[in-house]
């Protein structure tokens, strides 16, 4: 049997204890005492997780006692319970006493035994840390040694590929060369590209193949957070500088002092921000929300946007000096759709590691479905891709090559990347009269209902309301019937 937690309840009120032990009895291993002395001596002689103080009592305030208890046992977690809402009591409670929690009459039972029941565990996870810093401490090569190697392998890894899967005659060669070039000299960055193009990959390679390579490289969505918050996360901040503040915050470009940031969506800053920011690598020092002291910081800073911060900047929305504070170079990843002959190879490998991470085998992707993957323009680029790739891996039905009949009807609806087609327009057709528009709009439905039915001509007649001898005719009119792809479109006089 697991052995209950201990709790002590510490109030005055004979009938508010006697209610309390009641009530925690069933979860908790409960001690009680009317007085301050009587508290003391019982965390004298017995182990206690959590005290829950009443806050007024007539030798001494529960604030006061528990400032006590900090100091001589500080593992112990402190609560008060009180009818009154002085805000004066609150906030001595929270910084000088390390109050966990404050609450206030009349509680509700259920409410009371969940907060008590999390204190224990916040208990348990302190002692778990002190336990695993003891066993650091006690063999520091030993740890030293893990963390060395673990980032030695790491650095090994976008040694050989940048982890930037691509073909020899890749546009992401040329990009990848560039980041080679660039990592050793200690500037700022800007990555520019659609989303999912692989920005963060790109930041890492630059971080690995750095003189920094093995201090911290952290990152930070500078879009997905409010103004103050991304202050707080970026630069740290004081206990009770706001509201919610309960302890010192280190922020991201401390823990990162002597490796590299990396702000993502760096264009989405507010102007309020960006002033910020712009002081910071100006000085090379932070200043913590709520302090009055700075503290000096040595980071490379690599950003990342998908807008044009060159136009941004002549549109008045990012301050020109912060973009040339962090542009000492900007370099353009391509979108995946100008990546076509890398498509294979970055699919193939993210069924591979989908089928890991799922516990999910297959045996690869036919080479008709690659051809269907190739033809799409990914306007979500590798996370699109990504996200296709689990889709057909879930919907296959046992140990077996990936078929085009899996891949979701839109992308293989869609006009080709070549043919320079948006996914949300494919009945814009480009030139020609109404007839060969709408005789090509037919071919790729047909195709399309054909790869879907494994090119079963029963069903795919079936499904088209035709029957087998005039979707015969279609299959001979538009070059289907030996070869499973659409013809390639005559070349437009508009040049490429």
């Given at each position: 049997?697991?052995e ?22 069933e979860d908790f291993?409960v ?5 301050v ?10 182990w ?18 528990l ?7 500080p ?23 390390g109050?966990f929690?404050y609450i ?9 035994i969940?907060?008590?029941q999390n204190a224990?565990?916040?208990?348990a ?8 810093a ?7 090569i ?20 940048d982890?930037?899967v691509?073909?020899a005659k890749?546009p ?7 980041l ?31 003189l920094?390579?093995n ?9 997905a ?12 901040h004081?206990r009770?500088?706001?509201t ?7 922020g ?10 990396f ?10 921000f960006?002033?910020?920011?712009l002081?910071v690598?100006q ?23 998908n807008?044009?911060l ?7 929305r ?5 973009f ?9 990843l391509p979108?995946?759709k100008?990546?076509?002959?890398d498509?294979?190879l ?12 799922l516990?999910k ?7 008709e479905?690659v051809?269907?993957l ?6 979500g680029?590798i ?7 689990q ?5 296959a039905r ?5 078929g085009?009949?899996?891949?979701s009807r839109?992308i ?8 320079g ?5 494919i ?10 528009r709408l005789s ?6 047909v195709?399309e ?8 001509k029963?069903?795919?007649a079936r499904?088209?309301g ?11 009119r ?6 499973k ?7 437009s006089?508009?040049g490429?």
């Amino acid at each position: 049997m697991t052995e209950r937690p201990s709790i002590l309840v510490v109030d005055d009120e004979v009938r508010s204890l006697e209610s309390l032990a009641r009530i925690l009895g069933e979860d908790f291993d409960v001690r009680t005492a009317s007085t301050v002395a009587l508290a003391t001596e019982i965390l004298e002689r017995e182990w206690v997780q959590v005290v829950l103080c009443d806050q007024r009592m007539p030798d001494q305030s529960g604030v006061d006692f528990l400032k006590q208890v900090r100091a001589r046992w500080p593992d112990t977690i402190r609560m008060i319970v009180s009818g009154y809402t002085d805000a004066h009591d609150i906030i001595d409670g929270i910084n000088e006493a390390g109050i966990f929690q404050y609450i206030t009459k009349p509680w509700h039972p259920d409410n009371l035994i969940l907060t008590l029941q999390n204190a224990c565990r916040l208990f348990a996870l302190q002692r778990e840390n002190e336990l695993l810093a003891i066993e650091l401490k006690m063999s520091p090569i030993a740890a030293s040694k893990v963390v060395g190697e673990r980032r030695a392998t790491l650095r090994r890894a976008y040694e050989v590929d940048d982890g930037i899967v691509r073909t020899a005659k890749s546009p992401m060669s040329a990009v990848c060369d560039l980041l080679h070039q660039v990592a050793p000299y200690d500037i700022p960055v800007v990555l520019s590209g659609g989303s999912g193009t692989g920005k963060e990959l790109a930041a890492r390679a630059l971080h690995y193949r750095s003189l920094r390579w093995n201090k911290p490289f952290v990152v930070e969505n500078c879009g997905a957070l409010p103004d103050q918050l991304l202050e707080s996360e970026l630069f740290g901040h004081k206990r009770g500088a706001f509201t919610g503040a309960v302890e010192d915050h280190v922020g991201l470009f401390e823990r990162a002092d002597g490796g590299t940031v990396f702000l993502d969506e760096i264009g989405e800053v507010p102007p309020s921000f960006q002033v910020k920011l712009l002081r910071v690598l100006q000085e090379g020092e932070i200043r913590p929300v709520g302090s009055g002291k700075p503290r000096k910081v040595d980071v490379r800073v690599v950003a990342a946007t998908n807008r044009d911060l060159e136009e941004e900047v002549r549109a008045g929305r990012f301050r020109a000096d912060l973009f040339y504070r962090l542009a000492g170079l900007v370099i353009v990843l391509p979108a995946l759709k100008e990546r076509a002959c890398d498509i294979p190879l970055i699919a193939r490998t993210l069924l591979e590691r989908t089928s890991v991470r799922l516990g999910k085998p297959a045996r690869g992707l036919t080479d008709e479905a690659v051809e269907c993957l190739q033809r799409y323009s990914w306007p979500g680029n590798i996370r699109e891709l990504q996200n296709e790739i689990q889709h057909m891996l879930v919907m296959a039905r046992g140990d077996r090559e990936l078929g085009a009949e899996l891949i979701s009807r839109h992308i293989l609806m869609a006009p080709s990347a070549a043919e320079g087609g948006d996914v949300d327009q494919i009945v814009d057709l480009g030139e020609g009269s109404l007839k060969e528009r709408l005789s090509e709009l037919e071919a790729r439905i047909v195709r399309e209902t054909l790869i879907r039915h494994r090119w079963n001509k029963s069903k795919a007649a079936r499904e088209l309301g035709l029957s087998r001898v005039g979707l015969r005719a279609k299959l001979e009119r538009y070059g289907l019937e030996n070869v499973k792809a659409l013809p390639q479109r005559r070349a437009s006089g508009s040049g490429a």
